[in-house]
């Protein structure tokens, strides 16, 4: 007689929807300059003989500002796609969804990389132009540091990729809307970890598919 077994865990049900997504805030952007961490790497590699002897360069400026802007590897600018799911993950507090099941559920798919990696969702309108923030570090020294700024207006096709088990496509919907209403991406967000933001990197969701 043939052996029964009955079926407990069931295959993934992954679905694919697209919002396109307008920036009502600014959107400003820092990405870990390949020159910075170069820098790091010799200081750490000199060791305990790093400060000896060394002159301090002067800041450039533009070269700063083009450091911290992420770009593809065709050249056209991105925005880090892990940001998007962080933020997704975090405005789950707000509806009482638990965090650790929507990070197994809801993914951004990347439109492209850029030099070391890093996924990034296309940005399909806007330009980027430099501005020079004043921050503070944590010795309490302030600091000028150049990063790029996108005007409201910004825009960019977001593919959320989701366990359809867990969650509807107006689920998605909705709580992008909140992504993009209460978190923010980016530098100056009101889910910033070191402050309450600047109120930049908020935007609305005009069509999904």
């Not at 049900?13 to 400003?28: D, P, Q, S």
């Not at 798919?109 to 996924?119: K, L, M, R, S, V």
């Not at 921050?135 to 910004?154: A, F, K, Q, S, Y």
């Not at 990197?201 to 598919?209: A, M």
Request: proline content about 5%; some cysteine.
């Amino acid at each position: 007689m043939a052996k029964t077994e009955s079926v407990t865990i069931h295959p993934p049900n992954l679905k694919v929807a697209v919002f396109r997504i307008v920036g009502t805030a600014h959107y400003v952007q820092h990405k870990f300059s390949a020159k910075a961490k170069q820098m790091m790497i010799d200081k750490q590699a000199a060791g305990s003989v790093a400060k000896k002897g060394t002159k301090r360069e002067p800041k450039d400026f533009d070269a700063l500002y083009e450091g911290a802007t992420h770009r593809m590897t065709d050249g056209s600018y991105g925005i880090p796609a892990p940001g998007f799911r962080a933020a997704m993950v975090s405005a789950c507090r707000v509806v009482g969804f638990k965090m650790t099941l929507a990070k197994l559920s809801l993914f951004i798919e990347a439109d492209g990389f850029d030099d070391e990696g890093t996924p990034l969702v296309k940005m399909r309108k806007g330009t980027p132009h430099r501005s020079d923030l004043a921050v503070r570090l944590e010795t309490g020294v302030i600091d000028i540091r150049p990063r790029p700024m996108w005007n409201p207006g910004w825009e960019a096709d977001l593919r959320v990729r989701f366990d359809a088990d867990q969650f509807s496509l107006e689920d998605v919907a909705n709580l992008l809307m909140r992504v993009g209403t209460q978190v923010g991406i980016g530098e100056g967000r009101p889910d910033s970890k070191n402050s309450c933001g600047m109120g930049w990197g908020l935007f609305s969701v005009t069509t999904k598919k």
